[in-house]
């Protein structure tokens, strides 16, 4: 089969206190394409996201990652593991008090023993791949918000990893920015068939750069499929979402009732 | 009634339990700390001494300074509070003992403590709080770097290191401010203030004020990256934070102090 699946997901169970955040979730993503996460703010896509990358331990649940659970890893093993992946964060999180030269070197000075000139070149090299040659020795507040995206893309592949993971790369950049970064996206994927995930949600760039859609909602998976099934999925909130409808009755009246006179 | 003792009951559990679950925090952050700063560079040979030493500039290098003049001015301070009482018993000699023993023993390192609490405690809650604001350290995480490796163990050594140093300094500076003042206010003989300083102290003076600075150093940095480490929201959080860190580094300091003075009075 061609569609295998580089990430599998079963049952994965997420609690903050009594509250439930991921319930139940069950489902896998192919290897080799861009899968979109998707869903409303709050519905619990940035806490998936951190457990795929290992930040977070769920309640329950297992995490497949080349048929080794993720969950059940201890600190050692996850390292082991992050260096095959690589994540950029909303904000970018590149190191401020660093320049961007030492900001990509960071992983590899990390965990390869190489010399400094060699290190110099993987460095030039990746930021020639975001279109950031020339800017080494800038820090990160000197560079604006799309530039320091691909400067965080840039540090995220640093290590060639197996698979990219992208928290929101489109929110705060104007829709030209963006769309040169949607298109950066897309050529990681053609040229070095990586695995990428991307939570967002913003139209536009789901249905540019997406193959494979996963959608959550309060907690719960929604859908997963190809683009064309979400397009013309008869999935009432989906329909919503992309029309974009403002959600009628968020609750009944008895609800409402119930609201304001608990403790 | 029964309300009453029921909310007081659950008050005085409310807080036994937050305390307990701030101690488990500070303990796990300690195990790594000593872990990362004095395991593991043996274990994985990885001695960030780069990042170290430029901490070491930053906690040490830069508070030469502040800490010698305000340990010039106590040192004067010092001498002249002692001349005032000794005047009446004509023993103006022995502000030298004073100035030395007190200087040494105990001011010296408190002084370079709270100096240092104040300037290189609050600056890592600040750094790394607003690290942790900016996902930074979840970045770090997610590159397989332990955030406590790169951020905290090269401040510790740093800490470690600089905080005895510049209490050397302070006790240096301050005994010369109380020589300043004797020789000139005072009239004391620049010789004979200078032989009874070498007569008042000893060896164990000076020793005992840098194990204790060593132990401020160590507390310093540990309150400081528990208070940084705590920051989940944003900017204001990091200013609470830091407020936070030179509060409580002041206060364990102190508490400390009593300790060790304690343990000292009896034991040397």
């Known amino acids: 089969m061609q569609n295998e699946s580089a990430i599998t997901i079963k049952n994965l169970i997420t609690r903050y206190g009594d509250k439930l955040i991921l319930k139940d979730l069950s489902f896998e993503i192919p290897r080799s394409k861009i899968t979109a996460i998707v869903g409303g703010s709050g519905c619990g896509k940035s806490t998936l996201l951190k457990h795929i990358i290992g930040l977070l331990k769920p309640a329950s649940g297992s995490i497949l990652v080349g048929g080794r659970d993720i969950v059940a890893m201890n600190e050692r093993e996850l390292n082991e593991f992050r260096r095959r992946i690589g994540v950029l964060f909303q904000g970018s999180a590149l190191l401020n008090s660093m320049t961007i030269e030492d900001n990509v070197a960071l992983p590899i000075r990390e965990h390869a023993r190489l010399n400094e000139a060699t290190i110099k070149i993987m460095v030039k090299m990746k930021l020639d791949l975001v279109g950031l040659s020339g800017f080494d020795d800038f820090f990160p507040a000197q560079l604006s918000g799309g530039m320091k995206k691909r400067a965080g893309i840039a540090r995220a592949m640093a290590l060639d990893p197996e698979m990219l993971f992208f928290d929101e790369p489109q929110a705060g950049l104007d829709p030209i920015t963006a769309a040169g970064l949607d298109e950066l996206i897309m050529k990681l994927r053609d040229i070095f ?7 967002t949600h913003e139209l536009h760039s789901l249905f540019t750069i997406a193959d494979h859609i996963i959608m959550l909602d309060k907690g719960e998976l929604i859908f997963t499929g190809t683009v064309e099934q979400f397009k013309f999925s008869e999935h ?19 609800d409402y009732f119930n609201i304001i006179t608990a403790d | 009634m029964p309300y009453l003792v029921d909310s007081l009951i659950a008050l005085i559990g409310k807080k036994t339990l937050s305390l307990l679950a701030v101690l488990r925090d500070v303990s796990i952050l300690i195990n790594s700390v000593f872990y990362w700063t004095f395991i593991a560079p043996f274990t994985t040979g990885k001695l960030r001494i780069k990042s170290t030493v430029s901490e070491m500039v930053k906690v040490g290098y830069n508070s030469i300074p502040i800490v010698a003049v305000i340990s010039f001015f106590v040192g004067i301070i010092l001498a002249l509070q002692s001349a005032y009482q000794l005047k009446k018993v004509g023993a103006l000699i022995y502000i030298a003992n004073l100035v030395g023993v007190s200087l040494t023993r105990e001011l010296g390192p408190i002084l370079t403590a709270i100096i240092v609490a104040g300037r290189s405690g609050s600056a890592f809650a600040a750094e790394i709080g607003s690290m942790k604001a900016a996902e930074e350290v979840d970045a770090l995480k997610s590159m397989g770097i332990n955030p406590v490796s790169f951020l905290v163990s090269p401040k510790m050594l740093a800490m470690l290191i600089m905080v005895p140093c510049l209490t050397v300094i302070s006790d240096f500076v301050g005994i010369l401010g109380g020589f300043v003042l004797s020789v000139t206010v005072v009239n004391i003989h620049p010789q004979s203030y200078i032989q009874q300083t070498i007569n008042a102290l000893m060896v164990k003076d000076v020793i005992t004020g840098l194990v204790k600075a060593v132990a401020f150093g160590g507390i310093i940095t540990i309150v400081g990256a528990y208070q940084g480490f705590q920051v989940s929201g944003g900017a204001e959080e990091v200013g609470m934070r830091t407020t936070a860190s030179v509060v409580s580094s002041i206060f364990m300091v102190i508490l400390f102090d009593l300790f060790f003075t304690v343990l000292f009075y009896y034991f040397t």
């Open chain 1, 193 to 199: 068939k990586m695995t990428l995930v991307v939570v």
């Open chain 1, 236 to 254: 009432p909130k989906i329909k919503r979402f992309i029309s974009r409808q403002v959600e009628e009755d968020k609750y009944c009246p008895e």
